[in-house]
Structure formats: C-alpha cells, structure tokens
C-alpha cells in the first residue's frame, strides 16, 4: 500500500502518474512537470512520451516488460462535455508495435479523482490481483475468486466490495486465456477493445484496476469554463423535427443515393447529430449496407445485392430502437447515444445489456450475412461479458465461415460445426469456443493473421487483416480516407482517427488556419483523387491526438456544434495557445507514436498494406465500388511526404523532429524528455 499525496494543482491536471511493479508488488507515485503538460498535453500524449521512453525495444508484448497504462484526459471532470473517455496503452500484441484503445462509461473521472493522470503497470504478480486505488491511498489486493468471471460478473463483486462509487477497468476470460483479440472493459460492457490490450493485462495476472477517488481538479479559469460549457451544450440542442421523420427507409435511401453521387448537404453534421441522438450507432446499419460502407460476406460481397435494405433494416436502427429500454450517455455527455435493453430469456440484472453498435451489427451481420437481430444481442452479450473485441472477433467468424465453404477447413476441423453464411446460431457456437480456447476457438483466438498462419493451405487469401489488426467496418472503397488510416497510423486498421467523411464533419477550414489552404475532399468525382488528400488526413490526424490528450469523444467533434476544445484547454490550463498551436501538439504525439513504431522495427508501408479486398485488388466487378482498385501506395507515400517520413524506411526527417522538439527520438531517451 502506498499513501497518496499532493499533486500539481489549478491547471486541470495532477502533475502526478502512479507507477505498479507487479513483480515487485511496489507502488510509487512520480510528479511531472509543468513543462511535460505544455508539451503532450495528457491522455494519449503523456501515455506516448511515458511509453516511448520506458518501453524496451525487443521485448514481447505478453512479457512482464511491457507496461500497460490507463489514462485520463486532460478535460476530464473539469466541466467540459464530453470529456468522459479514458486510453489504455501499451505495446500491441497482434501489431508488436504502439497499441492503444479507447474507452468511454464513467471510469475516467473515477480514476482522475484519485490524484492521478494516469497509472502505468509493469512486471507480472505470482498470482492474480487487482490494484484499488482512491485519493487517499493505492494497494493491490488478490484477485484469486474473481478469476474465472466474466467481467460484469466481477465488476458487480468489486462494486460491492468497494461501493458503488468505485469504478472498474477489468478484463474477462479471454483476457485471462491471452487471447488477442481481448480488452479490458468497464460499466457493464463498455469496451476499450482494440490493440489486444486485455491480453496484456492477463499476462500480467491483474484482473481490474479499480478506481474510487472523490477529488476534483481545480482548474485555471473555472467561470470560463462553465460559460464555454453553457454555449456549447445550447448549440448541441435541436433537431426535433429531423428526428420524426428518420427511419430505417429514409436511411437507407439515403444510402442508394449516396452509392449513385455524393448528396451534399451544407452542414452533413447536423443530419449525424440527429441520427446518434435518436439511434445511436446503430443509426449506420441500413445506410452503410446500401451506399458501400459496411464491408460484406468477409469483405467479398457487396451490400444491396447479398444483403439489401429487407435485410439490412432487420437489424438496423428501428429494430435496435423497438428493443432498447432505457438510454445510456458517458460520463459528461448530452447526447446520450447509448441504450439499454433486455435480452429475450433472462431476467433480473443478467437481462440488461448495451445494446450493440453500428460496428458490432456489422461484425456479427453483415459481414456474414446473418439478419437475425436475436443472434447478434446474444454474441454482442458473449463478447461484452468475455471481453472480446467484436469487430475482430465477428471478422474471425466471417473467416471461418468463408474457409470452410472453399473447403481449406472442414467439418472434422470445427468439431462438427457446420458454419454457413447468414447461420447466427453456429457463430454463437464457434464464439463460445473462441473464448474457451477449445478446439478450432484455440486457433481462431488470436485473429485472422495467426489463424491463417496456423491453417495454412491458402488461409491467408481470406485472411482481412491490417499489420496482424482487423480492419473496423468501414471499406475504403466508399472512403478512401479510412484506408490510408487503416494502412498508415500506428495502430493499423483503426476507424475512429482520420477519413474523407470526418474531414467534412470537421470543418476545419473554420476552426484552423492551416486547414485554408487544404482542397475540400466533398464530391464522388474527387472522392480518389490522391493529390491533396494527404495533407488534409493528417490534419485530422493531429486533432484526433489533441482530442485524446483532452479525453473528450470523437462524436462530440462531429455534430456541427464547433466544440470548443482549444478554448476549454485554455480555460483549464492556462496556456493560452491557439487551435493551430494545438494541433503542433497533436502532431507531436502523433509522431512520437510513430517513432515508437519505428523502434519496434516496424514501417507501415512494409508492415501494415491491408489485405487485398480491402482496397479492391482484384476491382470488385458490381456494386458501388464496381471497378475500383486504390493506389493505397500512392496515398500513403503522399501521407509520407507531408509528415515528413523518409518514403523507403519510414524514418521521421530531423527537420521535421527539430521543428517539433522531438531532437532526441532515436537516441536512449531519458527523463520525461
């Protein structure tokens, strides 16, 4: 056990980390100074200079080397909306580079009030444990009962044990079978679910982290805020009348027009502010079937011919909407696009579960053609509960399914499970073999690149995958922005950084002065374009980093409400910077990621090239992208180019280091730097 202390006070930070040493069984608290916080801000900015300079070059992801870090933001709890999203990060198991994953719920604040910033956990305990932590003291405690649960059957029992205040950042089954497709979720099935991030915290036998503070950061200009607060939360209001007339018909026309030509539309953030506030995610499911977003039959199909709107809309928004009982919003948030429903057999608190999103109904729908809503809440519950990533685990079964029809796999290989495309019920039967690790789920577990690896026997032409990660449900043959994203961030096959649609959603031009200058991306006809795209996706690049340094949700930024996220920095900081003096700072975190790639001995361009369906290699012969093969190659060189990363080794130009004060990257980093 170790006592906490003071921190840094009235700037909206701590100024103070908590560092675990699981094979040590110590915990110390280190303060940071204030020129740390001028330079990354907090969130993903501290968690990359932390990591970056403690992290070991060679060392394996599931070693007790790795340090896994859960952060705060910047803006958390200090009145800002939509500030309610915590990071964890650590070095990736399925990429063997920089992961990260985001979350939302209510563990951020809970974990901002016990003084901290953020907690970084080394080594591995002898047996299991869990670390708690309030703003009075921290201590790790035995985890051996709660081994074994899943995770909201462990979260009720930390709940009560530490009250209902504490909130906890846990992993289930998978996480403790090492899968690598596991995260770590909180509040009943939030995930942060990408990057294999719950493997790590298995290896290191800790079950949750657990956070009950009740100290709030003071801020520099507390009336600011409040008045910024107040003016933000009036332009999020409205949109009455949109609301009544949307329905899954309406989207999904939406969608056969925008697969025909671009509907332009002078404010597209405002009709999305609509359909997250009355639908949630699930908003998408009809529309992205029908214009080409939503990938199909394991990135193989196309939308309006193997899985049209009669389809579609069985497991789109009105059907979500006719089962959700009750919303559910994030910490700080006034949209609320989360829900709550019953699932049909159960009763009591085992009943209750989110109800999926766009990306799951995807996973588990589409992207194997099943139209069985029923299905998809129970795998949606089995994934929540073991703590899986979704997205990989519904493309893992889509996989299985297409080898086995093309006979690379067979019924003696699945234990007699006959998989077939549009068949819910034998993908419920392969999930609960992927979490137990029995059988063909032992193979499955660790994503299509290893399954395939394993396979052999051609596998790994069906084998969708971005650098070892599988690609979210966005293809970038209706955006081309997700595939440059997807090829080259450094966390591959991520959707939630920068596209095409995000640009338009942004506004930049209005916000930044370096975006004045950038072509608009609007427009079917210059959809694939490559010249000028790269300087605008990563502009978007580098607001995303300012928006995880700040902890605040990437929907807040796209609903046509001009968030004031440099202002509330300011207001809480101090600092007085501009919006385009902020984005120096997104651009410096962004680049610091990819440095740490970069000492992993990994590039991009050699590493992450999604597989070949994804950007349309052979060109899809019908559908929306009839046609279309992406020069990703080109894309991503022009992205090189305007980062300033040599174009063969992806090394960061000293020009580009110096202008940012990044000078020592690539030397033995010391300090806090």
């Not at 080397?65 to 990060?89: H, K, P, Q, W, Y």
């Not at 009962?145 to 530490?162: F, P, S, T």
């Not at 939630?496 to 930049?508: K, R």
């Amino acid at each position: 056990m170790t006592k906490a202390k003071e921190g840094l006070l009235g700037r909206g930070y701590w100024g103070r980390i908590l560092n675990v040493d699981l094979s040590k069984g110590t915990l110390e608290y280190q303060d940071l100074p204030e020129e740390f916080y001028a330079k990354y801000l907090g969130g993903v900015g501290l968690a990359a200079r932390i990591l970056y300079d403690r992290i070991k070059p060679g060392i394996h992801p599931l070693g007790p080397e790795n340090i896994l870090g859960f952060v705060s933001g910047l803006l958390t709890d200090t009145g800002a909306l939509f500030s309610g999203r915590f990071l964890v990060t650590g070095l990736s198991p399925q990429t063997g580079g920089w992961g990260d994953a985001n979350c939302g719920g209510y563990f951020s604040p809970a974990l901002k009030r016990c003084g901290v910033d953020g907690v970084f956990i080394s080594g591995r305990a002898q047996e299991p444990v869990y670390l708690f932590l309030d703003d009075g003291e921290a201590r790790l405690e035995p985890a051996m009962d709660l081994w074994g649960l899943d995770l909201i059957r462990a979260e009720a029992v930390l709940k009560e044990r530490h009250g209902k205040r504490a909130q906890a950042a846990l992993i289930g089954p998978a996480g403790e079978n090492l899968s690598l497709m596991a995260g770590i979720g909180t509040d009943r099935g939030r995930m942060a679910a990408r990057s294999g991030l719950g493997a790590v915290m298995g290896s290191k036998n800790l079950k949750a982290v657990v956070a009950a503070g009740r100290r709030k950061v003071a801020t520099a200009d507390p009336a600011a805020l409040k008045a910024l607060t107040r003016d933000f939360r009036e332009r999020v209001r409205g949109g009455g009348g949109l609301q009544r007339l949307l329905g899954d018909r309406l989207l999904g026309l939406v969608g056969r027009f925008t697969r025909i030509g671009t509907i332009h539309t002078r404010e597209p953030a405002k009709l999305w502010k609509v359909i997250l506030s009355k639908y949630g995610t699930p908003g998408l499911t009809a529309m992205s079937a029908e214009n080409g977003d939503s990938p199909i039959k394991n990135w193989g199909g196309v939308g309006y011919l193997d899985f049209p709107l009669s389809l579609s809309q069985q497991i789109g928004a009105e059907a979500m909407a006719a089962r959700e009982t009750k919303k559910y919003g994030c910490f700080s948030c006034p949209l609320r696009c989360g829900g709550v429903l019953e699932l049909p057999g159960r009763a009591g608190q085992e009943a209750e579960s989110h109800k999926p999103e766009y990306e799951t109904l995807c996973a588990f729908g589409s992207l194997s053609l099943n139209n069985d809503l029923e299905t998809i809440l129970i795998l949606n519950d089995m994934v929540n509960r073991a703590g899986l990533d979704s997205i990989s685990c519904g493309a893992v079964a889509a996989f299985a399914v297409e080898l086995l029809e093309e006979g690379i796999i067979t019924r003696a290989d699945t234990g007699g499970l006959d998989l077939s495309w549009g068949d819910g019920r034998s993908i419920i039967r392969l999930v609960e073999m992927i979490i137990q690790r029995r059988g063909i789920g032992d193979v499955l577990a660790d994503g299509v690149r290893l399954a395939a690896e394993r396979i052999g026997r051609g596998a790994d032409r069906y084998a969708v995958h971005c650098g070892g990660v599988e690609p979210a449900m966005h293809d970038p043959k209706y955006d081309p922005g997700y595939g440059l994203a997807y090829y080259c961030e450094p966390t591959p096959g991520r959707h939630t950084i920068t596209s095409q649609t995000y640009l338009d959603l942004w506004l930049f031009e209005k916000q930044f002065k370096r975006a004045k200058k950038i072509s608009a991306l609007s427009g079917r006809k210059q959809r694939f374009r490559i010249e000028d795209k790269a300087q605008g996706l990563a502009l978007g690049s580098f607001f995303k980093m300012v928006v995880d340094c700040a902890g605040v949700c990437l929907f807040g930024t796209q609903i046509g409400a001009r968030i004031p996220l440099g202002e509330w920095i300011n207001a809480a900081t101090g600092m007085g910077l501009t919006n385009d003096e902020y984005l120096v700072i997104g651009e410096r975190v962004e680049q610091l990621r990819h440095a740490f790639n970069l000492r992993q001995g990994l590039n991009p361009l050699r590493d992450f090239k999604p597989h070949p369906r994804v950007y349309g290699d052979p060109a899809p012969e019908k559908g929306p992208a009839k046609g279309i093969t992406l020069d990703l190659d080109g894309m991503a060189r022009d992205f090189y180019r305007v980062m300033g990363w040599d174009e063969d080794s992806g090394t960061i130009l000293p020009a580009r280091l110096k202008e940012l004060g990044l000078e020592g990257l690539g030397k033995t980093a010391s300090g806090n730097g």
